[in-house]
């Protein structure tokens, strides 16, 4: 009696700690009451804040529509640039709502929804030193945040034009950019043409100028959680399909940027 | 933009929030260290050497490291094996064993300094090893020990800035943040520098003072 | 456990980190010599009587010893930009860490002096030495004595704060090029605890080797 007692026991034991091993990260997001997106607040309109202090921007509306599908609340963690995958691998969010560019390298840590954004590069400067083409920024003072899209790009092309007088400094968040832009330690960089518009109206720099569009392929972002959260993935996915497919998308570019929403498919591929 | 700062008591308001955090970080950094510091140096300053020597090198390698590195590599390798701390228990973590590492060698100095001769005086009066401890070494070591500990406590609260890298918003990172937003860079690091300085200056000249006076006793 | 360590692909990245090395170690020598020379004026200055130069140096030397290091770099390079000084990510990191380095050794070298008993100047003076000729002879040689050790470790404080250069944009020396490495491939965990390994051994070198000299120059 006391065997087969002690039998049944072990395994109730074993069943408990064998089973829930691996819980799906949607279920922890729902049973946890919070979402914890990881945006990026020096990246108007995507992400900033306003005199309050309060983190707004299309990001921002992103982040709070997908925790109000999930029904919980948002919470924003804060992340330069260059920390929205860390944040995500090292568990201090849960989500990156960050316009983060779908590239395959990081394809090898991280997983990506299908794109909710798409960007398009311009040349930023400052009033008067003559630079407006992309390729009049050979041989200048040039600059970017480290690891994005753009910067890889544009220091590939800084080592290929091989000029002197030429350099590539890459910063650790989008607000060192604009400042070292501001006082000169940088010529120009290349941002999204978004974020240039945004900052030249914000009037917050003086005398900064939007340049002619920079020659890189369009940058479709997407929506990243962990590489081996599938289930949450595909959830990530079909909140970004019915974004579009309900307006709301159109809407909340309208809000933040004004005019049509660029097209988010690509032509003669399925997916 | 020239009609005056867009800095306010909105922004203060929140740098001092900021300054808490770092005050915290401190504290929990400088408890934890010097709890673990006691124990390490007292280990240290009785210990035969096959345990001094390694405890030595280990600890040797809190101080050898760049923190900044230390609070990455923790930082990595705890979502590595899964554990769920935030970025500010993290922090403290780090400064606290990087707080004791310093902290076994004031100790130790402090413990060094009783002279034998006292404490083989007083093992002879009659008290145990442990009374000696307590009664004869500790307030001598404390006073010995008190203007060194003093500046390490200032120093883990400077050094509690570069936890920012790991994303928690202390001072400094407020700080970055504020200047984001309204981008008056200096006016906003000179209010931050003003905050750290307020908090550290008193406090350093306290140590000062204190030292000076029991120095001129002895 | 769901992370697989990528060593193999993280030790072809050595030799980039060790030339990052190298750049950290000129830095950090760099701002000890600077460090050093401003220390030593502005101890001299805390100790004048000249109302100025007491109020500028204990400006410098409270003001560095009161806030933190990062803070110092950061505002070299963002503060003085807006003054119009434009500073670049490398010359803001070694002008932050010479002066941290100065208002500490400032402290060590007034601590230095006051150690040398005024008897020995005095002796040497009545023994027909012009006075820098006494000081140069007499004074500075115990003066090293005292402050050598605090000096070494300012040193080891030195190459440790450069790594604080990564904040500002620096990306050549060691911690600069470890972060570009982590932000093209997120192996952070390797390629951080091969920089942890690197610094460990220089500053294991420097202290060793600091002492080794030590008991040369100071056999008697």
């Known amino acids: 009696m006391i065997g087969r007692l002690g039998l049944f026991s072990a395994m109730l034991i074993s069943m408990a700690v064998v089973t829930p091993a691996q819980a799906d990260k949607l279920d922890d997001i729902i049973a946890s009451g919070k979402l914890r997106c990881a945006v990026v607040l020096d990246f108007p309109p995507m992400g900033s804040r306003d005199e309050k202090n309060t983190p707004i921007g299309y990001d921002v509306d992103t982040c709070n529509d997908l925790a109000a599908a999930l029904g919980v609340k948002p919470e924003y963690v804060e992340t330069p640039f260059p920390d929205r995958i860390p944040a995500l691998t090292s568990g201090r969010a849960d989500v990156g709502v960050a316009s983060t560019s779908d590239t395959l390298k990081r394809a090898q840590t991280i997983g990506f929804s299908i794109p909710y954004f798409a960007f398009k590069m311009v040349v930023l400067t400052k009033k008067g030193i003559g630079i407006d083409s992309y390729a009049s920024l050979k041989g200048r003072k040039t600059g970017s945040v480290s690891g994005t899209f753009e910067a890889i790009a544009l220091e590939k092309d800084v080592k290929k034009w091989n000029d002197p007088k030429g350099s590539f400094r890459a910063y650790q968040t989008q607000a060192d950019v604009f400042l070292a832009l501001a006082q000169g330690q940088i010529e120009a960089t290349v941002v999204t043409s978004t974020v240039a518009a945004a900052t030249v109206k914000g009037g917050k720099f003086k005398d900064l100028q939007v340049g002619k569009d920079a020659p890189y392929d369009i940058d479709y972002v997407g929506l990243i959680a962990l590489r081996q959260d599938y289930g949450f993935l595909n959830y990530l996915n079909l909140f970004v399909h019915l974004q579009t497919r309900t307006g709301r998308a159109q809407e909340l570019y309208q809000k933040w940027i004004g005019g049509t929403m660029p097209d988010l498919t690509v032509k003669g591929v399925y997916r | ?218 | 456990m769901n992370y697989t360590f990528h060593w193999y692909q993280a030790f072809r990245a050595l030799p980039e980190m060790l030339v990052g090395a190298l750049v950290t170690i000129e830095v950090a020598v760099l701002s000890m010599v600077i460090g050093i020379a401003a220390g030593i004026l502005l101890a001299l200055g805390r100790n004048s009587k000249n109302k100025l130069l007491y109020g500028v140096s204990t400006a410098w030397v409270e003001g560095a010893r009161n806030t933190p290091a990062l803070f110092q770099i950061y505002m070299a390079y963002f503060g003085l930009g807006s003054l119009g000084i434009f500073v670049d990510s490398f010359p803001a990191l070694l002008i932050g860490i010479s002066f941290n380095n100065a208002g500490y050794l400032a402290e060590t070298f007034r601590g230095g002096l006051r150690a040398v008993p005024p008897t020995q100047m005095r002796a040497a003076r009545s023994l027909g030495m012009s006075a820098p000729k006494a000081f140069r002879l007499v004074v500075l040689p115990q003066l090293f004595r005292t402050v050598f050790h605090p000096l070494m470790n300012q040193m080891v404080w030195a190459i440790l704060m450069t790594s604080l250069g990564v904040v500002v944009g620096v990306n050549i020396d060691l911690t600069g090029v470890t972060q570009e490495l982590n932000v093209r491939t997120f192996r952070t965990f390797e390629y951080f605890a091969m920089a942890a390994v690197i610094y460990y051994v220089i500053t294991k070198l420097v202290t060793l080797s600091a002492r080794a000299a030590a008991s040369r120059l100071f056999r008697y």
């Open chain 2, 1 to 218: 933009m020239m009609d005056g700062s867009d800095f306010g008591l909105q922004e203060l308001l929140l740098m001092l929030k900021g300054a808490g955090v770092t005050l915290s970080i401190t504290f929990w950094a400088v408890l934890g260290g010097t709890l673990m510091g006691l124990v390490f140096g007292l280990v240290r300053s009785v210990a035969p050497w096959w345990i001094n020597w390694p405890l030595g090198g280990l600890l040797d390698v809190f101080r050898s490291v760049p923190l900044l590195i230390q609070l990455v590599l923790v930082n990595s390798f705890k979502s590595i094996i899964g554990l769920n701390a935030s970025a500010f228990v993290v922090s403290c973590v780090v400064l606290a064993f990087y707080t004791s590492s310093y902290c076994s060698e004031i100790v130790r100095a402090g413990v060094q300094a009783v002279p034998q001769t006292t404490r083989r005086a007083a093992r002879s009066l009659g008290l145990t090893y442990w009374q000696d401890l307590r009664e004869i070494v500790f307030p001598i070591a404390l006073r010995v020990s008190l203007p060194s500990w003093t500046g390490l406590t200032l120093g883990v609260m400077k050094d509690s800035a570069l936890v920012l890298w790991i994303g928690v918003i202390e001072l400094l990172r407020t700080s970055q943040v504020i200047i984001t937003r309204i981008q008056e860079p200096l006016l906003v690091l000179s209010v931050c520098g003003l905050i750290y300085f307020v908090i550290s200056y008193p406090i350093s000249r306290l140590g000062t003072r204190l030292e000076a006076r029991w120095r001129d006793l002895d």
